[in-house]
């Protein structure tokens, strides 16, 4: 039986929706025709119940896609988990599997989108123009404590060398930075461009600035943790663009308590699925660790931002629908990479 022949219609219930996620996949549905029934509300095993006949489930990256969700999505005649992200941690596939679920993702929407934030990051904490920006507008025109570094010539250490962190490794190059990575597979096409692949201990020991760019998974959960701190230079400085658990929370505080990290910059966060996509503005946070974290005068927090480009949210739109039709056509995805299940 083809996915086209079942009792529910070709709605795609999306989960976790802001206004952008509306303006762009309504933009392109036109040639598609789906039914978009669009919740604000997080995927999680209480919200789930709100899909009526959808045949299609749109996640993004802090929806709870795990078992005891998959089960109901499975009994409400679900047939695919369509994520409109790259990474793919909070879905448990082995139960979508069990459960005869498809999962798709958006492999790589925008690298560069990723990349040059990563790069922004960097120079607004090294050149500090957002306190800049601030101190002008009082006529505050004093240069003291602004005082940076060149970029030029220092050393960036990559971990996860796939298209982010391929994007990023350019980036770098054409600021002058010696470029070490490290992956679990090498790139030829990067070592012809000048990337030196190092072991990870080389990594934390080497780099002035160090940039996480790969998934999240058993083998890279806290990979920055006190032990490789304790590898790193002194006054390092730290990126993380891709998932919060690549980085022991509490042991980045303390290292910046030590001033052993000298810069930290995270748009992602362990805890995040609480705090960030929302106005919490008059709110009392409860998340101890993170308002620590935004007190230090050398850590820079956007709120999972770095993929947020008119370009990647064309392609999310985009990619996503052509899998989900790929799958409803043809039981399949010509891009293997964004085939989970
Ligand atoms: P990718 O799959 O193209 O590349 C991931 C790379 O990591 C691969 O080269 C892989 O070999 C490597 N890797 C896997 N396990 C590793 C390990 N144990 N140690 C070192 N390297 C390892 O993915 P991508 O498109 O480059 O995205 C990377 C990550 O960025 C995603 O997993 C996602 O978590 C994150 N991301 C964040 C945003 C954002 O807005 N902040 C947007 C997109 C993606």
Same mark, same amino acid.
């Given at each position: 039986?083809?996915?086209?022949?079942?009792?529910?219609?070709?709605?795609?219930?999306?989960?976790?929706?802001q206004?952008y996620?509306?303006?762009f996949?309504n933009?392109?549905?036109d040639?598609?025709?789906?039914?978009?029934?669009?919740f604000?509300?997080?995927?999680?095993?209480?919200?789930a119940?709100?899909?009526?006949k959808?045949?299609i489930?749109?996640?993004?990256?802090?929806?709870?896609?795990?078992e005891?969700v998959?089960?109901?999505l499975a009994?409400?005649?679900?047939?695919?988990?369509a994520?409109?992200?790259? #990474?793919f941690? !909070?879905?448990?596939?082995d139960a @979508? *599997?069990?459960?005869n679920?498809?999962? $798709?993702? %958006?492999? +790589? =929407?925008?690298?560069?989108?990723v990349?040059e934030h990563?790069?922004?990051?960097?120079?607004?904490?090294?050149?500090k123009?957002?306190?800049?920006y601030?101190?002008?507008?009082?006529?505050?025109?004093?240069?003291?404590?602004?005082?940076?570094?060149d970029l030029?010539?220092k050393?960036?250490?990559?971990? #996860?060398?796939? !298209?982010?962190?391929?994007?990023? @490794? *350019?980036?770098?190059i054409?600021?002058? $930075?010696? %470029?070490l +990575? =490290?992956?679990?597979?090498t790139?030829?096409e990067?070592?012809?461009?000048?990337?030196?692949?190092?072991?990870?201990?080389?990594?934390?020991?080497?780099?002035?600035?160090?940039?996480?760019h790969?998934?999240?998974?058993?083998?890279?959960?806290?990979?920055?943790?006190?032990?490789s701190?304790?590898l790193?230079?002194?006054?390092?400085?730290?990126i993380?663009?891709?998932r919060?658990?690549?980085?022991?929370?509490?042991? %980045?505080?303390?290292?910046?308590?030590?001033?052993?990290?000298?810069?930290?910059?995270i748009?992602?966060?362990?805890?995040?699925?609480k705090l960030?996509?929302?106005?919490?503005?008059?709110?009392?946070?409860q998340?101890?660790?993170?308002?620590?974290?935004m007190?230090?005068?050398?850590?820079?927090v956007?709120?999972h931002?770095?993929?947020?480009?008119?370009?990647?949210?064309?392609?999310?739109?985009?990619?996503?629908?052509?899998?989900?039709?790929?799958?409803?056509?043809?039981n399949?995805?010509?891009?293997?990479?964004?085939?989970?299940v």
């Open positions: 039986m083809s996915l086209k022949d079942t009792v529910n219609t070709y709605k795609i219930a999306f989960f976790s929706t206004p996620d509306k303006t996949f933009k392109y549905n040639s598609f025709g789906f039914e978009l029934d669009f604000e509300t997080q995927l999680n095993p209480q919200t119940a709100l899909i009526e959808a045949l489930v749109c996640v993004f990256v802090n929806d709870i896609v795990n005891a998959l089960k109901q009994e409400k005649g679900v047939k695919i988990i994520l409109r992200c790259a #990474g941690n !909070n879905v448990d596939l @979508a *599997k069990k459960y679920l498809k999962v $798709c993702r %958006v492999p +790589a =929407y925008s690298p560069q989108a990349a990563a790069m922004a990051m960097i120079l607004t904490l090294n050149r123009t957002h306190k800049a601030n101190r002008v507008r009082e006529q505050n025109f004093s240069l003291n404590g602004l005082l940076g570094f030029f010539g050393t960036i250490g990559i971990i #996860g060398t796939g !298209n982010i962190g391929k994007a990023f @490794a *350019k980036i770098a054409g600021f002058g $930075c010696k %470029v +990575a =490290y992956d679990i597979v790139s030829a990067m070592e012809k461009d000048g990337v030196r692949f190092v072991s990870l201990d080389e990594i934390f020991k080497s780099s002035d600035i160090i940039s996480l790969c998934p999240l998974n058993d083998q890279t959960k806290h990979v920055v943790n006190k032990e701190i304790v790193m230079k002194d006054s390092v400085m730290i993380n663009t891709s919060g658990a690549l980085i022991e929370t509490a042991a %980045v505080i303390e290292g910046l308590k030590e001033g052993k990290i000298g810069y930290l910059g748009d992602v966060y362990e805890q995040e699925e960030f996509f929302r106005d919490l503005s008059a709110d009392i946070i998340d101890d660790a993170i308002q620590r974290l007190s230090f005068p050398n850590v820079l956007t709120a931002q770095a993929f947020f480009t008119n370009e990647a949210l064309t392609q999310i739109a985009l990619v996503t629908f052509n899998n989900i039709e790929s799958l409803l056509t043809e399949d995805i010509e891009n293997k990479t964004a085939l989970l």
